[in-house]
């Protein structure tokens, strides 16, 4: 089925109801349907219900569906439609929501912006023409190069490219308006790294087959065990009732549905009570709000009337005065923590070993968000610093992303054999000091994570600090970090000797309440290595 493309495969499912072709279809656009789904409900339940009522959707209408159309973009508005019909009053209630939070953004370096986008991406998406969706969803959200964009919608590569820019310029003008302010590059590499997830596992199976018994039914006997098949949800609910409401007027609606839907129904009603309970304490809370604003007014009216102000003059000065005092405390705040700020740069500056060339990405923030941690203990500036490298070698990670995506359509997506090869796709160029601090590693195993995206990582040379220091791995797909100290082959296998001989000692429970720490494994440090090794682990915990 692989060498067959989507339209195939659609025309072989609708013309021969071949089950093979459609469980390929719903194989390679499931994550893309769930994550339009997860994006919209932000409930995995819901998502998968809206998954698989899509996928019933494509089964009925595959032998109606054109032979040029285009079955990705299809399916991501099918999508986005079905979500919107299903939950359309959370949706504008948590857009008012999340509206009022992107008004405070005015960086879009000091954190990753995916939080922010996802909510608004696929309303975004909706503005944009059909063609246009059509190339984003291709491009960003299948991973396909230009020249299949290009082959996709009939046109040629330097089209497609021109239709995808334009595209993604309308998008960051949606969002900027929005209050999300972002780079044509930190847009097109949040949504490509977060657009779509992986879908349950096994969700794939369960479609495939039900959507195809519905897709192929001839009778109502069939019709009704397609339903049955799925498990009965709210969304179900309104297919299959559309569904009766034909077959009603053909008089060959069941009694035993009717059972069916009522005892259905009954279920329904009982997990709405706990809601209903829920609305009756948010209008308990909004009476007696009321009721405090009524006795507010009140006291406020009996001040006015007062002819005697010595005592409404005297409570505006106490006010006067507390606000004052709460200046001066957030004055205050702010000395100490421009001093702890100073006081870590100087530590740097003394130990000029602690400081990689990646923290001139660095913002002010970043210091002060640092520095209001815990700074006593010769661990906790480790930490600190450790902490500050981190940081700046996150935000190298992210336009080193940006760079191979570049690097990657402009060379037939072959990964460079060198570091040094990517130079010109930086944009601003990167100061060669940091190149050499990284390296290209094979992705298998545990260095990939599945953030890989191909047969290579990216990852530290060597740590700074191997007891404080994050080791990175950096692919196409995301960027994952663990500790150095534990990546050691040698460590892991004296650590996973403590943890056998402390679960020998201590069974756990099932499941186990924690993980043992460095404290419970002490006893079982029975050599020096081991000792070693418990000693970073409680300085590490310590620095916490």
Do not use: C
């Not at 025309?11 to 893309?32: C, D, I, M, Q, Y």
């Not at 008004?103 to 059909?130: C, R, Y």
């Not at 692919?475 to 970090?481: M, R, V």
Request: aromatic content about 6%.
């Amino acid at each position: 089925m692989h060498e067959l493309d989507d339209n195939a495969l659609l025309r072989e499912f609708a013309e021969r109801g071949s089950e093979p072709a459609f469980a390929e279809l719903v194989t390679r656009h499931v994550n893309k349907v769930y994550s339009v789904a997860l994006r919209h409900t932000r409930n995995p339940h819901q998502a998968e219900e809206i998954t698989q009522a899509v996928f019933v959707i494509l089964a009925r209408k595959a032998g109606t569906l054109g032979k040029k159309v285009i079955l990705s973009g299809w399916l991501y508005q099918t999508a986005r439609l079905t979500a919107v019909t299903l939950i359309r009053s959370e949706i504008r209630r948590t857009r008012r929501e999340q509206e009022v939070l992107m008004q405070n953004l005015s960086d879009e370096t000091e954190a990753d912006p995916w939080p922010h986008i996802a909510p608004l991406l696929d309303d975004a998406m909706a503005g944009l023409s059909e063609t246009d969706r059509h190339a984003v969803v291709l491009r960003y959200f299948d991973g396909k190069s230009l020249k299949e964009v290009g082959a996709a919608l009939g046109g040629s590569e330097d089209a497609a490219k021109m239709r995808v820019n334009r595209a993604v310029e309308k998008l960051r003008t949606f969002f900027a308006k929005r209050g999300v302010a972002l780079s044509v590059t930190g847009l097109t590499t949040a949504i490509a790294a977060n657009s779509v997830q992986a879908a349950p596992v096994g969700l794939a199976a369960t479609i495939s087959a039900a959507a195809t018994l519905a897709g192929t039914a001839v009778s109502t006997s069939t019709i009704i065990a397609a339903t049955k098949t799925i498990a009965m949800t709210i969304l179900q609910k309104t297919l299959i009732t559309a569904t009766v409401a034909v077959l009603a007027g053909a008089g060959i609606y069941e009694a035993r549905q009717t059972a069916q839907l009522h005892e259905q129904n009954q279920t329904l009603k009982q997990q709405q009570a706990p809601l209903a309970e829920q609305i009756q304490q948010l209008q308990r809370e909004h009476d007696d709000a009321t009721n405090r604003l009524a006795d507010l007014l009140a006291e406020n009216s009996r001040l006015k009337k007062n002819p005697h102000e010595l005592e409404l003059l005297k409570l505006r000065g106490e006010v006067t005065q507390l606000k004052n005092e709460a200046n001066d405390e957030t004055a205050m705040s702010a000395k100490l923590l421009g001093d702890k700020v100073k006081k870590l740069k100087i530590r740097l500056a003394e130990n000029p070993g602690a400081s990689i060339p990646e923290m001139q990405f660095l913002s002010e923030q970043d210091w002060f968000n640092t520095a209001s941690k815990k700074l006593e203990s010769d661990a906790d500036y480790r930490r600190a610093l450790a902490n500050l490298r981190s940081i700046a070698e996150n935000k190298f990670a992210k336009k080193y992303q940006a760079a191979l995506r570049q690097y990657l359509d402009s060379n037939n997506n072959q990964f460079p054999t060198n570091l040094s090869l990517m130079n010109p796709y930086f944009d601003p160029a990167i100061d060669e000091n940091i190149l050499q601090r990284w390296k290209f590693i094979p992705a298998n195993g545990e260095a990939d994570q599945g953030f890989s995206g191909g047969d290579w990582v990216l990852t530290q040379t060597k740590p700074v600090d191997e007891t404080f220091d994050d080791r990175f791995t950096i692919g196409l797909k995301g960027i994952g970090t663990t500790g150095f100290y534990s990546y050691n082959e040698s460590i892991r296998h004296d650590i996973s000797l403590m943890q056998r001989a402390y679960y020998s000692a201590n069974p756990p429970t099932s499941p186990p309440d924690r993980a043992p720490r460095a404290s419970d494994l002490t006893p079982y440090a029975d050599t020096p290595e081991k000792q070693a090794i418990i000693q970073q682990m409680l300085m590490r915990e310590s620095a916490q």
